[in-house]
């Protein structure tokens, strides 16, 4: 086993897998086209905005810009009907995949240029790849219509600027491109506003106080934010950037309930300016006619409604959900396919000298922990860690670059052992995902039908009732979980609404349904539901909607749109959304 192989050594192996990358982001995308989760929903509303020029609601405080800029460009060329509209959100997403393998391969490429090739090749393009597929495709996943990919890249380019201005080579001109690139972190991310000051921390302690560069990348960053933040707070009459910090402190942490959306531990505040209006008790009817923007207008301008809520800290509280978050977040560091390889070398290479390589790489693992417990104080899901663990894991596979795994005269066998076993844990991380290119082949073999096509059959329904305008809907149901109502370009007005909420004290805090609302009003009488319709109408709705219905619900009465999508257990909800007549 050479110590240092040839530079062109297992390029093969690199092209190979980067096929195979691309193949199965390819096929994920294509299998989930039809899909349009909630965010993705709120961000083609603000896309809209843009397009039409209405700059308050476009200038969202609460969703970032980036990936509504994509899909303003992508609406404004393209004008695609119904039913392919949901395909232009997961094509962005794919080519934001293909952003994060450039970036990621950058940084590896730097990483190299420094060091020179690492020892065992076909080791760390193993693990770096199993890496990279499992935080991509698994955590982040390519069913989501968000820009959580772009900010895998992102974290790859700083990472990467991180090490060439490290070994030396960085200039004055890596330094402004560091900057600019930590201000497409905000726009591709809100929460990412929390890691920018960490990284220029990195970048003074790589050149310290006297350098220029972290100057020049702090005033980058500043000055491509400054005439964002500038419209926005224009926009909304107050010095902002962003509200999603303290909107998800107040929703997650502190407790408070947005009633028919976050469903918290504490009531609605009572002296908030901007309540939604309750117009029945039993069962519940709420009504959004004060503030109808976008297609669920409580979720397409959240800060708007939560004006006013309360940002309060309280110290049981916010270790219970740091606990509760922290856990998580490990359990999730511990999966990490860069781990495994971490560990072989501690164990056979001498765990000093990994240690101590680790250690030097403090500029790396640094901005990443500070990011994971920035969300472990507030809420965790997959997407929005795997940035970070990109880089966390990357740093683990540069420690032990250069390690040398000696087992006596086993050595070489011992090796070819371990390459396998790191083969068989990378393709366990996306053994899920492996599947896709089998399921597409099906899809056009006609064996196997297009997920979440309903979607397009719903929204070609409702768009047919009301062609030019949309329809404005009461919706008996979810009260986010609509994606075929922005298709039909229509706006859920009022809503006898299911619950959504989270397991406070579970792991992770896992979203909850329940829909003992819209089960009530099932149950109801004649009467009470014609009072249902009634306050409906008055709020400005001319369609009711029917999703989750239970399967006992008497439907008399009502029409068949289209295929619904099941959130209800099995069993427990019709397989149809259901339309009528105000």
Same mark, same amino acid.
């Given at each position: 086993?050479?110590?240092?192989?040839?530079?062109?050594?297992?390029?093969?192996?690199? /092209?190979?897998?980067?096929? $195979?990358? !691309?193949?199965?982001?390819? &096929?994920?995308?294509?299998?989930?086209?039809? &899909?349009?989760?909630?965010?993705?929903?709120? @961000?083609? *509303?603000?896309?809209? &905005?843009?397009?039409?020029?209405?700059?308050?609601?476009?200038?969202?405080?609460?969703?970032?810009?980036?990936?509504?800029?994509?899909?303003?460009?992508?609406?404004?060329?393209?004008?695609?009907?119904?039913?392919?509209?949901?395909?232009?959100?997961?094509?962005?997403?794919?080519?934001?995949?293909?952003?994060?393998?450039?970036?990621?391969?950058?940084?590896?490429?730097?990483?190299?240029?420094?060091?020179?090739?690492?020892?065992?090749?076909? $080791?760390?393009?193993?693990?770096?790849?199993?890496?990279?597929?499992?935080?991509?495709?698994?955590?982040?996943?390519? %069913?989501?219509?968000?820009?959580?990919?772009?900010?895998?890249?992102?974290?790859?380019?700083? +990472?990467?600027?991180?090490?060439?201005?490290?070994?030396?080579?960085?200039?004055?001109?890596?330094? =402004?491109?560091?900057?600019?690139?930590?201000?497409?972190?905000?726009?591709? #991310?809100?929460?990412?506003?929390?890691?920018?000051?960490?990284?220029?921390?990195?970048?003074?302690?790589?050149?310290?106080?006297?350098?220029?560069?972290?100057?020049?990348?702090?005033?980058?960053?500043?000055?491509?934010?400054?005439?964002?933040?500038?419209?926005?707070?224009?926009?909304?009459?107050?010095?902002?950037?962003?509200?999603?910090?303290?909107?998800?402190?107040?929703?997650?942490?502190?407790?408070?309930?947005?009633?028919?959306?976050?469903?918290?531990?504490?009531?609605?505040?009572?002296?908030?300016?901007?309540?939604?209006?309750?117009?029945?008790? #039993?069962?519940?009817?709420?009504? @959004?006619?004060?503030?109808?923007?976008?297609?669920?207008?409580?979720?397409?301008?959240?800060?708007?409604?939560? %004006?006013?809520?309360?940002?309060?800290?309280?110290?049981?509280?916010?270790?219970?959900?740091?606990?509760?978050?922290?856990?998580?977040?490990?359990?999730? +560091?511990?999966?990490?396919?860069?781990?495994?390889?971490?560990?072989?070398?501690?164990?056979?290479?001498?765990?000093? /000298?990994?240690?101590?390589?680790?250690?030097?790489?403090?500029?790396?693992?640094?901005?990443?922990?500070?990011?994971?417990?920035? @969300?472990?104080?507030?809420?965790?899901?997959?997407?929005?860690?795997?940035?970070?663990?990109?880089?966390?894991?990357?740093?683990?596979? +540069?420690?032990?670059? #250069?390690?040398?795994?000696?087992?006596?005269?086993?050595? #070489?066998?011992?090796?070819?052992?371990?390459?396998?076993?790191?083969?068989? !844990?990378?393709?366990?991380?996306?053994?899920?995902?492996?599947?896709?290119?089998?399921?597409?082949? %099906?899809?056009?073999?006609?064996?196997?039908?297009?997920?979440?096509?309903?979607?397009?059959?719903?929204?070609?329904?409702?768009?047919? $009732?009301?062609?030019?305008?949309?329809?404005?809907?009461? $919706?008996?149901?979810?009260?986010?979980?609509?994606?075929?109502? %922005?298709?039909?370009?229509?706006?859920?007005?009022?809503?006898?609404?299911?619950?959504?909420?989270?397991?406070?004290?579970?792991?992770?805090?896992?979203?909850?349904?329940?829909?003992?609302?819209?089960?009530?009003?099932?149950?109801?009488?004649?009467?009470?539901?014609?009072?249902?319709? &009634?306050?409906?109408?008055?709020?400005?709705? *001319?369609?009711? =909607?029917?999703?989750?219905?239970?399967?006992?619900? *008497?439907?008399?009465?009502?029409?068949?749109?289209?295929?619904?999508?099941?959130?209800?257990?099995?069993?427990?909800?019709?397989?149809?959304?259901?339309?009528?007549?105000?």
């Amino acid at each position: 086993m050479s110590p240092e192989p040839p530079p062109d050594s297992g390029r093969n192996l690199i /092209r190979l897998l980067r096929a $195979l990358s !691309v193949l199965l982001a390819m &096929a994920l995308s294509w299998l989930a086209r039809y &899909a349009f989760d909630p965010d993705g929903v709120a @961000y083609a *509303d603000v896309a809209r &905005a843009w397009l039409r020029g209405d700059w308050h609601n476009a200038l969202n405080t609460y969703w970032s810009p980036l990936y509504s800029w994509l899909l303003a460009i992508g609406f404004g060329i393209l004008h695609p009907p119904i039913a392919w509209e949901t395909w232009i959100p997961h094509a962005i997403v794919f080519l934001g995949f293909l952003a994060s393998l450039a970036s990621a391969e950058w940084m590896l490429r730097e990483w190299e240029r420094w060091q020179g090739p690492p020892a065992h090749r076909t $080791l760390v393009t193993i693990s770096f790849f199993s890496l990279f597929l499992w935080a991509t495709l698994r955590l982040t996943g390519m %069913e989501f219509t968000s820009a959580d990919i772009f900010l895998v890249a992102v974290w790859c380019m700083t +990472a990467a600027l991180l090490i060439r201005i490290r070994s030396g080579i960085g200039g004055t001109r890596d330094a =402004v491109w560091f900057g600019v690139i930590l201000a497409f972190g905000f726009f591709t #991310k809100g929460g990412f506003l929390s890691a920018i000051p960490m990284f220029l921390a990195a970048l003074v302690g790589i050149t310290g106080l006297r350098d220029r560069r972290p100057y020049l990348a702090a005033a980058a960053t500043l000055c491509t934010l400054l005439p964002f933040g500038a419209a926005m707070s224009l926009a909304h009459g107050r010095l902002v950037l962003s509200d999603a910090a303290w909107l998800n402190y107040s929703w997650l942490v502190t407790g408070a309930a947005v009633e028919g959306y976050h469903q918290s531990d504490a009531p609605p505040p009572t002296d908030i300016p901007h309540p939604v209006l309750r117009l029945l008790d #039993k069962p519940r009817v709420l009504s @959004y006619q004060d503030h109808v923007v976008g297609t669920i207008p409580i979720h397409s301008d959240a800060a708007w409604w939560s %004006e006013g809520y309360p940002v309060e800290f309280d110290f049981d509280r916010q270790f219970a959900v740091l606990a509760n978050e922290g856990s998580y977040t490990l359990g999730k +560091a511990l999966r990490s396919p860069a781990l495994i390889f971490f560990l072989l070398c501690l164990i056979s290479a001498g765990w000093h /000298r990994t240690a101590v390589e680790f250690g030097r790489l403090w500029f790396l693992w640094i901005p990443a922990l500070g990011a994971l417990l920035f @969300y472990s104080s507030i809420h965790i899901l997959d997407r929005y860690i795997s940035p970070p663990l990109v880089v966390l894991g990357f740093a683990m596979i +540069a420690a032990g670059w #250069k390690s040398q795994p000696s087992f006596g005269q086993a050595t #070489k066998p011992a090796v070819t052992a371990i390459t396998l076993v790191l083969s068989v !844990v990378g393709l366990a991380s996306v053994r899920y995902q492996l599947n896709a290119p089998l399921s597409v082949w %099906e899809e056009m073999a006609g064996t196997r039908q297009p997920a979440d096509i309903g979607t397009v059959q719903v929204a070609s329904y409702l768009h047919s $009732l009301s062609p030019l305008s949309g329809p404005r809907i009461g $919706l008996i149901g979810s009260s986010i979980v609509v994606p075929w109502l %922005e298709l039909a370009r229509g706006q859920m007005v009022t809503v006898v609404p299911g619950r959504l909420g989270n397991e406070s004290w579970a792991p992770g805090r896992p979203s909850t349904l329940s829909f003992g609302e819209v089960d009530g009003f099932w149950k109801s009488d004649a009467e009470t539901q014609a009072k249902v319709f &009634a306050a409906m109408r008055q709020a400005g709705a *001319d369609w009711v =909607v029917a999703d989750s219905v239970p399967v006992w619900a *008497d439907v008399t009465g009502w029409d068949v749109a289209g295929p619904a999508i099941m959130i209800r257990p099995p069993g427990v909800q019709r397989p149809s959304v259901y339309v009528r007549h105000l």
